[in-house]
């Protein structure tokens, strides 16, 4: 789900001689296609500037504001466009991508539910209304609006990278797989969509020669992206190839050292490769960073210890396990 920037046909060269809000508008969605982001909001601010109550330029600017995640600002902007010109879809469309990215998904419904009100053919504000429906709990209607936005015609060539993943959410993975294959018979440059399939044939498919074959792709043009080498180490994790599970995950950590997930997959590749110091120190690692699933993390941590002979340690770990370490706690740990 993205937001939608407001563009316009024309586009005036030489910002610094733009004298209208009509021109400033246009320099600014200038910029804002060059994802100079900073600097269209300083031109939608110069539009505003002459024009206060410039719908237009209101839209423009808190899209870009969404962009750069300032969604109180973003709100602000919308929420006077949306009052200034309540026929606006587009309007609707961007206040639901900002209620969802803050998590207030009622809220978000209701103006994806406006924005079809008043333009019942836009198919991203199904799709997008779908996937805020799957975070009320609303399964059967999210699909409803899956279907509906998989069977209208593809207006550009980036919906076929929506569909795939609506096609997913339907769970009709070959489906999802014709459209992304399609995206990049026409876009074989688009390096994202590598990393997208990839994620398809490991996740669905299981197809992990295809999945390590996409990753690289991927990582060839985004070398430092943890998402590509956590999911290529996770291909390799489940072909039992954990040495270069290992050099990934460690990649992946060089990258982002606060994610506990990292540590706990590496921890247990080092666990498979025999090395309980090395994995001890991940699981501790984890758990300081207050991993999710803790008490797979304390099991982990106490066969680590176990491995290095420190039973009372490994007891002691075991106990926090919950139900996990009953057999080793009844095995080892008898007081």
Excluded at 173 to 180: F, N, V
Excluded at 203 to 232: M, Q, T
Aim: with cysteine; aromatic share 12%; glycine share 6%.
């Amino acid at each position: 789900m993205r937001v939608l920037l407001i563009l316009t046909a024309l586009f005036f060269s030489g910002s610094a001689f733009a004298q209208t809000a009509a021109e400033w508008i246009a320099s600014a969605n200038k910029k804002m296609s060059e994802g100079n982001s900073l600097g269209a909001i300083k031109d939608f601010t110069s539009a505003l500037a002459l024009e206060p109550d410039n719908a237009e330029a209101l839209l423009g600017r808190g899209s870009v504001h969404a962009e750069v995640l300032d969604y109180e600002s973003a709100l602000a902007d919308l929420n006077k466009a949306a009052g200034l010109d309540p026929k606006l879809a587009l309007v609707y469309f961007n206040l639901g991508y900002v209620y969802f990215q803050m998590e207030k998904y009622s809220q978000s419904l209701d103006a994806y539910n406006l924005c079809l009100e008043l333009k019942p053919d836009e198919a991203s504000c199904y799709m997008a209304r779908g996937e805020v429906k799957l975070h009320l709990g609303e399964i059967e209607a999210a699909k409803v609006d899956f279907r509906k936005f998989v069977q209208s015609p593809t207006a550009e060539e980036e919906e076929l990278l929506s569909k795939s993943k609506a096609w997913l959410l339907l769970d009709e993975p070959e489906e999802s797989l014709k459209a992304i294959n399609s995206y990049i018979q026409i876009q074989p440059e688009a390096s994202r969509a590598f990393l997208q399939r990839a994620h398809l044939y490991a996740s669905v498919f299981e197809d992990y020669v295809k999945a390590i074959s996409d990753y690289n792709v991927y990582l060839l043009k985004f070398p430092d992206s943890k998402e590509g080498y956590e999911g290529r180490g996770n291909v390799y994790f489940e072909m039992d190839n954990m040495t270069a599970a290992v050099h990934d995950y460690s990649r992946a950590i060089d990258l982002d050292n606060n994610d506990p997930d990292l540590y706990m997959d590496r921890g247990y590749a080092y666990l498979v490769l025999e090395s309980p110091e090395q994995s001890l120190a991940d699981f501790d690692k984890a758990i300081s960073l207050n991993v999710e699933d803790s008490e797979t993390a304390y099991f982990n941590k106490g066969i680590a210890e176990f491995k290095l002979g420190n039973t009372a340690a490994a007891c002691e770990s075991w106990k926090k396990a919950g139900n996990m370490a009953n057999e080793q706690i009844g095995a080892f740990c008898n007081e």
